[in-house]
């Protein structure tokens, strides 16, 4: 078996199951080894429901004194019943899982796993999984992987998948009891120079990926992380510094002189710039006035005015002769952008002749595109990773512009600069990176922060609840549809998952609900990245011409939606995002004239975490909430909090990992000060492996 395999050569996996496999994006052996579990289930002894904690996941044996009662409302069917551990007793719930209705009769007995709830001092679970004693008893003292699903697809599925590639390419390792320094093999190969593993103290490749997917403990997986991680941040880090290295000192192609038609520009727009737009617009105007190759990335809170300074940017390329491209990680944020500058040029006269290029162009259309940007007769082409498809040839492209950079990896970028030649590069970015991490992660580029808010928009109201003020966030935000308003509603996922999900709210199932708690004439609808681009772009059109009035999205709403009507945000289990990404999302509402307010429902319930939430409720700055984020992170928050949204890496998280980046960030500019191009022997293996993996180190999804 090869990395490179197709999955479906695996035993057990045919075209129907390959197919769902590639709905998560596993396409190849390679892919589903480093599809990393999102979390570890542990599997106690069970225990009686008097002393357990409101929230906790428990495993209870329970006895059924009458049938469970089921009944349907519109899709969804409903089944709840009664049960008793012999001294107490509790509710149990159960949505859309009709198979279960011959298992739950009266006089059986089964054991229960699920997030206790307690309501008026009466026990209550939701979903919990369904166990008989001999299939619990298997799993007693194991750390169980649960992994990202898709419908159709389970959490064992993919176990067994994993274990027989894990066997066909690591053998030895299966009944390693512990990760240690010495056991390596196959494909698993050591990278790092001997004396980085001993500084840091890292396990080896090949048994890191062993315990990362079926661990002894949790020490062995921490262990495990803790080297996979570093080889993500060391294999990035050493790619952005020889960028660096690179762009250092790189006379520019397309040499520009002052003209009138930025200044005209400003003086007919009918408001003035900030004092921070008007100090990074003064940067940029110098990289690009030097001669030398501009490499800036301006970092700005949501609503900063990041746009008009690319607009600025492309004014004074287009009027030295030449072409600039705006490339954005969405349809949706393209388009945006098109329409904005379209309008821009129609009302001031503006030099602009944009056009629009994405992936749901039709063929014929990007034919004739083409051989327009190729004969010079659009200057300005925005659009997405259609921008970098190889028959796409630019006349003169002396600006290249990317907004929300960390949704590209840094060879897509490449890719675009390599369009031009020596082109400028401007990079665009609202998530709020804490500068300190920001200098380390865009080493490549030089830092421009817009820090400044206009003057005219409203502060968003926010506040932080439990789960108890649910019913009233339902009426709030009716009243604010019946004002003619619009609402967001956030999910952490996009479908019910497995055992360790209990109480994760999910987009499918949240917008069923909705449909049936709110009144018949509230148009709800949902959204979430795994949807067919046509269908998001027609959920989005719609949401934005106000015929949806409530809209349940997974956090694919983060970047490039403008919906200047919405008023109302609420974000279930709030707890499960990081801080950053809660003010990325928050940035979604209060883009009008009119009052916002944006509610976190606390799922968990717990003081911690809802102290930590209320970060939001005290400040609207992105940059003061990413740093508190920073040194709110511990150990405990190492799985249940999602992505920051920033530099999404496959294990390592920026804000969790901060203290471990900063010292691989130290490690790899010692190194590269030794040996800047790697040639001696103790570097022949890492840079083989940078040589086959150009690029390919970290997988920067799109939405």
Not at 146 to 157: F, I, S
Not at 329 to 347: D, G, V, Y
Not at 560 to 567: L, Q, W, Y
């Amino acid at each position: 078996m090869k990395y490179s395999d197709d999955i479906i050569k695996l035993k057990g996996i045919g075209e129907k199951t390959a197919k769902l496999f590639y709905k998560l994006g596993i396409y190849t052996i390679k892919d589903l080894l480093f599809y990393y579990p999102k979390n570890y289930q542990s599997f106690e002894e069970p225990v009686k429901i008097a002393g357990v904690a409101e929230g906790e996941t428990v495993t209870v044996e329970l006895f059924l004194p009458s049938d469970f009662k089921w009944k349907k409302l519109r899709n969804l069917t409903i089944g709840t019943g009664i049960c008793s551990d012999g001294n107490d007793k509790i509710s149990v719930s159960y949505f859309n899982v009709p198979y279960l209705k011959n298992k739950l009769k009266v006089g059986s007995s089964f054991l229960f796993r699920g997030k206790i709830k307690i309501e008026n001092g009466k026990y209550h679970m939701d979903q919990p999984v369904l166990f008989t004693w001999d299939e619990y008893t298997e799993k007693m003292g194991q750390l169980q992987p649960c992994y990202g699903l898709t419908a159709g697809l389970g959490n064992k599925a993919v176990m067994k998948a994993v274990k027989q590639a894990l066997k066909e390419l690591v053998p030895d390792f299966e009944n390693s009891s512990e990760v240690t320094d010495d056991c390596d093999a196959g494909l698993f190969g050591e990278i790092l120079p001997e004396e980085i593993k001993k500084e840091y103290a890292l396990a080896s490749r090949s048994c890191a990926f062993w315990q990362i997917h079926f661990p002894k403990d949790w020490e062995n997986m921490l262990k495990a992380r803790t080297r996979l991680v570093f080889d993500e941040l060391f294999l990035f880090l050493l790619s952005v510094r020889k960028m660096k290295e690179y762009n250092e000192a790189l006379c520019s192609d397309y040499p520009m002189i002052e003209t009138a038609w930025t200044k005209r520009f400003l003086e007919m727009l009918p408001y003035k710039l900030t004092n921070a737009q008007i100090r990074v617009w003064q940067e940029i105007e110098k990289d690009l006035l030097s001669g030398m190759c501009m490499n800036r990335l301006v970092q700005g809170d949501v609503g900063s005015g990041k746009t008009i300074l690319a607009f600025l940017s492309l004014l004074m390329t287009i009027s030295n002769g030449y072409q600039g491209a705006l490339m954005a990680p969405t349809e949706i944020l393209a388009a945006q952008h098109f329409e904005q500058l379209s309008s821009m040029t129609k009302q001031y006269h503006l030099p602009f002749k944009p056009v629009l290029l994405t992936g749901s162009v039709s063929a014929a259309a990007k034919k004739e595109i083409y051989r327009q940007i190729e004969g010079g007769e659009f200057n300005v082409i925005i659009g997405t990773h259609a921008l970098i498809q190889e028959k796409v040839k630019y006349r003169n492209l002396a600006l290249v512009i990317t907004d929300e950079q960390h949704r590209f990896g840094v060879r897509q970028r490449e890719i675009l600069g390599e369009k031009g030649g020596r082109t400028h590069v401007l990079v665009m970015s609202a998530t709020p990176i804490p500068r300190t991490l920001a200098i380390i992660l865009y080493g490549d580029l030089h830092l421009s922060v817009v820090d400044e808010m206009p003057a005219e928009r409203l502060p968003i109201k926010n506040c932080v609840v439990n789960i108890s003020y649910r019913r009233k966030a339902y009426e709030f935000l009716t009243k604010e549809v019946r004002a003619g308003h619009q609402v967001y509603v956030i999910c952490p996922m996009v479908e019910a998952g497995d055992a360790d999900m209990e109480g994760i709210q999910n987009v499918t199932d949240y917008g069923e609900k909705l449909r049936m708690e709110l009144p018949e004439d509230v148009h709800v609808e949902i959204l979430h990245g795994k949807m067919k681009p046509a269908e998001k772009k027609r959920i989005m059109e719609a949401f934005s011409r106000g015929d949806i009035h409530v809209l349940v999205s997974t956090t694919v709403i983060e970047v490039g939606i403008n919906v200047p009507n919405a008023t109302v945000m609420i974000v279930e289990n709030a707890e499960r995002f990081g801080l950053a990404q809660l003010h990325q999302l928050r940035g979604r509402i209060g883009r009008g004239k009119s009052q916002s307010y944006c509610i976190f429902i606390d799922g968990a319930g717990k003081e911690k975490t809802t102290e930590r939430l209320k970060i939001l409720n005290h400040s609207n700055d992105g940059f003061y909430i990413a740093e508190e984020d920073l040194k709110l992170r511990g150990p405990g928050d190492l799985f249940g909090i999602r992505q920051s949204g920033a530099m999404e890496f496959k294990i390592a998280d920026i804000y969790q990992d901060a203290g471990l980046l900063k010292k691989i960030s130290v490690t790899v500019d010692r190194m590269l000060s030794e040996d800047r191009m790697l040639e001696s022997e103790k570097y022949a293996r890492l840079k083989q492996y940078l040589n086959e993996n150009a690029g390919n180190f970290i997988d920067f999804r799109t939405i």
